[in-house]
């Protein structure tokens, strides 16, 4: 998201008190804050124990088992959310969370209006099972008629959500929701945080305790944690699973205030860097007492969804905290539960991601917008114009980026794609012939070939990545700006410099037969999402609306490869980067073909990522039969390699085998 600079200011002032990294947590705290931390032990109902008093006190840093067991329990109202456009397209992935039987928290910057929030789904139980499977997930609508709250300033909105599931066999009542507790002391300096999390639109995932606090300020507390993009609108929690914060932005971290990527480099801004290329510091989350205040100055008093929520913050009998430590769970409808045969107790299935960090880490702030016609209360004042940024420890200012993943603008209807064209030069140049049908995934006529705009793909079905790709290439100035309009990544994407693309399944074949998106962002950036058809040699067309949908359709999971940074990127000298700038300079003034895929066949290196499991490519490669001005031209790229998998068909005197290794095509397969 793009901030003004006037909220950039704010946030950075704001930033500079913060620490780059947790200072070591006191051995002994003082009396007054202590006794404040302590008497809010007890705000679910539960005896504090032994270990809890010493944790509060700074002697002691283990948990309890029951910490477990409980952890269950606060992720029941955590939900992921899902913006959907008028056309209900999935365009972006957040967090939320219920804050009452019907109110659910998310940020500002997830839904700005009603509007936004219009056609939402608050999706719960998206999570793997015990064994790594997918359950089937329970989704709620989204229902901004009924309730809308939101803050710019404190980042926060807070929305109504249908009282059954779409299916109308689930109540919302069955999921619970978390007290928001109004007092303040629910967490000391140093301290552990926990959040749980739908990152990247993911399945959930827990943070547990990696997360030390590192201040608390007047409206915001900075930690350091481990979330990832689309993280925003996330609880965060203490040792006792009450919400201390409303999680919303990263902070990416600076060198002599220069900004540091996770490969090491450093650079002057951010502008046009991909987000899951920075390297993050800290997180900032909005105190839950800020917000409990924020809510009651803003809200209208009177409406009942309002009144509930005001009797849930200042009791403690309904919350699912609450219920679970009392015993009185079984409204709670959800929860995995087998019986043990002869032992009359129940087994609750445990499935935890755990991320941990052993040094540095990450920290978070939060905001909400003004209703039309309201006037700011004297309370909010303070953060008027202000927003989600920090800075270094050195004082550099450090702009913090809302974490949301977005969809790029895609046309869902396929019926349109002509896909690759065999005589777009001219002369036929035909697809490869994949000689075993067994090995490729199928669309439900049976046929092989995804045909997008202005390219083909034949996937591998057990490799879940590309068999081969072709693709129709025009770089003349009048193909790729047919008419005036925003031609940049930003604009044909429809995404914002702080959004992170996320990569859409084709729905056309299985969803098991593709790596999805969340494979990349598991993968602790082992890898780059490589574009196999790059997204520069099929943008063209004879409308921008043309080039849009062309744009929209390279970011499937189908046109994916793994890719190493340094093999992929062009501007670190990678061999595949330089190969794409040296066909891309060609284009300028030609027209050709294009043939490109993984080659997966001499790999030994299995990448074990549980349900996303799938095989290194041991090389990528592309095939560029002769053009006219192409065909006597040397290329700088000399080695060549013959996919197994498949044969190019002579059709005729003038069309090539670029199968072969003959000298006439652009025949280049180089090895990561």
């Given amino acids: 998201m793009r901030l003004d600079a006037k909220t950039l200011k ?116 998206y999570r793997l099972d015990i064994h790594g499977d997918p359950l089937p997930a329970v989704r709620f609508l989204i229902k901004p008629g009924d309730f809308f709250l939101a803050w710019p300033d404190l980042d926060y909105a807070l929305v109504a959500v249908s009282e059954f599931s779409l299916d109308g066999a689930s109540p919302l009542s069955g999921f619970g929701y978390h007290r ?168 609750v299935p445990l499935q935890l991601e755990i991320s941990l960090s052993l040094a540095g880490g990450a920290a978070v702030q939060v905001a909400q917008q003004p209703q039309p016609g309201t006037s700011q209360p004297a309370a909010a004042a303070s953060t008027a114009g202000a927003s989600a940024s920090g800075a270094s420890a050195s004082g550099a200012p450090i702009a913090i980026a809302p974490e949301k993943m977005v969809q790029p603008i895609t046309d869902p209807n396929y019926a349109d794609r002509a896909g690759y064209d065999e005589n777009y030069l001219g002369v036929p140049i035909p697809l490869p012939e994949v000689t075993d049908d067994s090995l490729v995934s199928h669309l439900d006529d049976n046929t092989c070939v995804l045909r997008y705009e202005h390219f083909s793909v034949v996937q591998h079905k057990t490799r879940r990545l590309a068999l081969f790709t072709a693709s129709n290439v025009d770089a003349r100035p009048k193909s790729t700006r047919p008419e005036p309009g925003d031609y940049s990544r930003d604009g044909l994407t429809g995404l914002s410099s702080k959004d992170q693309e996320k990569w859409i399944t084709d729905p056309r074949i299985p969803e098991q037969h593709q790596l999805p998106d969340n494979f990349y962002n598991s993968d602790g950036g082992a890898f780059d999402k490589g574009h196999i058809v790059r997204r520069e040699d099929v943008c063209w067309g004879k409308s921008r609306a043309e080039v849009v949908r062309a744009n929209g359709d ?34 300028k003034t030609d027209r050709f073909t294009l043939m490109a895929g993984p080659a997966t066949s001499g790999s030994k290196a299995a990448i074990p990522a549980g349900p996303c499991a799938s095989r290194s490519p041991a090389a990528s490669g592309k095939l560029l039969p002769p053009s006219t001005a192409l065909s006597s031209r040397p290329s700088p790229f000399s080695s060549s390699r013959t996919c197994p998998r498949c044969r190019w068909p002579k059709r005729n005197s003038r069309s090539t085998r670029t199968g072969s290794t003959s000298s006439s095509p652009l025949a280049t397969w180089n090895r990561s």
């Avoid at 067991?69 to 972006?92: F, H, M, Q, S, T």
């Avoid at 919350?319 to 430590?325: G, K, N, R, S």
């Avoid at 490869?561 to 990678?574: C, I, M, T």
């Fill in 554 to 587: 390279t970011f499937h999971t189908t046109n994916c490869s793994p890719q190493v940074a340094d093999f992929n990127r062009s501007n670190e000298k990678g061999t595949w980067g330089e190969l794409e700038d040296y066909i891309q300079k060609q284009a």
């Fill in 180 to 347: 928001l507790v109004p007092n303040p002391g629910k967490i000391l300096e140093g301290e552990w945080i926990t959040i749980i999390q739908h990152p990247g639109g993911q399945p959930k995932q827990f943070a547990l305790r990696a997360n030390q606090l590192i201040q608390k300020q007047d409206q915001f507390l900075w930690y350091a944690s481990d979330t990832a993009h689309g993280s925003s609108g996330a609880p965060a929690f203490n040792d006792s699973y009450q919400v201390v914060a409303l999680h919303h932005a990263g902070c990416p971290k600076r060198d002599n205030g220069r900004y540091v990527l996770r490969d090491g480099t450093r650079v002057d801004s951010l502008d046009g860097v991909d987000d899951s290329d920075v390297e993050w510091e800290k997180n900032e989350g909005l105190r839950v007492s800020v917000l409990c205040a924020d809510i009651g100055a803003r809200a209208q008093p009177d409406h009942p969804l309002v009144r509930q929520l005001i009797e849930t913050m200042n009791s403690d009998g309904g919350d699912i905290m609450t219920q679970a430590v009392k015993g009185r769970t079984a409204a709670v409808t959800n929860v995995e539960a087998a019986p043990v045969q002869g032992a009359g107790k129940i087994v």
């Fill in 10 to 125: 704010a946030a950075e002032q704001r930033g500079r008190a913060v620490p780059a990294a947790p200072a070591a947590a006191p051995r002994l705290r003082t009396a007054a804050a202590s006794t404040l931390r302590m008497s809010n032990l007890g705000a679910s109902g539960a005896v504090p124990s032994p270990a809890e008093f010493e944790a509060v006190l700074g002697t002691n840093d283990l948990v309890d088992e029951f910490w477990l067991e409980r952890g269950i329990w606060a992720a029941k109202p955590v939900c992921r959310v899902v913006v959907r456009d008028a056309a209900l397209r999935e365009n972006a992935w957040a967090t939320g969370f219920m804050v009452s039987p019907r109110l659910l928290l998310t940020n500002w910057h997830v839904f700005n209006t009603a509007a936004d929030a219009e056609n939402g789904i608050a999706e719960f139980d």
